[in-house]
T-cell receptor, first 114, second 113 residues
Framework: GESVGLHLPTLSVQEGDNSIINCAYSNSASDYFIWYKQESGKGPQFIIDIRSNMDKRQGQRVTVLLNKTVKHLSLQIAATQPGDSAVYFCADHPSGGGADGLTFGKGTHLIIQP | NAGVMQNPRHLVRRRGQEARLRCSPMKGHSHVYWYRQLPEEGLKFMVYLQKENIIDESGMPKERFSAEFPKEGPSILRIQQVVRGDSAAYFC???????????FGQGTRLTVV
């Protein structure tokens, strides 16, 4: 069956360093991918998305890379700040957009060390 | 412009009672989605509604769960005869149109005792 999963449950980085969070997916038909940030006690917050016709997309301090050959995507956060502490989820959608039928991974907890 | 509003934030129910979770979408949004999150898990899609219509309920349990989004008022997720396994955080999201960015609410944390 379809699954979206993350490689590590917890990632600890020093403040100011770059963070890389990885995600693997299994559905070859997935066309749209989103990274969400979820702070404790809050709902998921959209960070960045990417469509399958792209292999890289950049935002403010964040970059998402998509490797369709190995069904892998990553989220890179530059110059990590204390406010980046949260659980990060990747999600995929089979038909290119929207929030219906998103498949979420279990999440990676990013911890920022001072 | 207020975001997606969910209430209550926390809900405690005894086994066998009914739980009603409310979601008011962002202003101008007519598409609503419900997700469930178990502890230490990712979110699981439950149902997608547009005003007065259920578009996709493929993630809804077959029994005890129902959802509506009336012409006026919030979307309601209703769980009848709750069991301990229903304890979870329930998130609602809304979007202007299908395929556009969806925004999530703060969630309702349901605890069944």
């Amino acid at each position: 069956g379809e699954s979206v999963g993350l490689h590590l449950p917890t990632l600890s980085v020093q403040e100011g360093d770059n963070s890389i969070i990885n995600c693997a997916y299994s559905n070859s038909a997935s066309d749209y991918f989103i990274w969400y940030k979820q702070e404790s006690g809050k709902g998921p917050q959209f960070i960045i998305d990417i469509r399958s016709n792209m292999d890289k997309r950049q935002g403010q301090r964040v970059t998402v890379l998509l490797n369709k050959t190995v069904k892998h995507l990553s989220l890179q956060i530059a110059a990590t700040q204390p406010g980046d502490s949260a659980v990060y989820f990747c999600a995929d959608h089979p038909s290119g957009g929207g929030a219906d039928g998103l498949t979420f991974g279990k999440g990676t907890h990013l911890i920022i060390q001072p | 412009n207020a975001g997606v509003m969910q209430n209550p934030r926390h809900l405690v129910r005894r086994r066998g009672q009914e739980a009603r979770l409310r979601c008011s979408p962002m202003k101008g949004h007519s598409h609503v989605y419900w997700y469930r999150q178990l502890p230490e898990e990712g979110l699981k899609f439950m149902v997608y509604l547009q005003k007065e219509n259920i578009i996709d309920e493929s993630g809804m349990p077959k029994e005890r769960f129902s959802a509506e989004f009336p012409k006026e008022g919030p979307s309601i997720l209703r769980i009848q005869q709750v069991v301990r396994g229903d304890s979870a955080a329930y998130f609602c999201a809304s979007s202007f149109d299908r395929g556009t960015e969806a925004f999530f609410g703060q969630g309702t944390r349901l605890t069944v005792v």
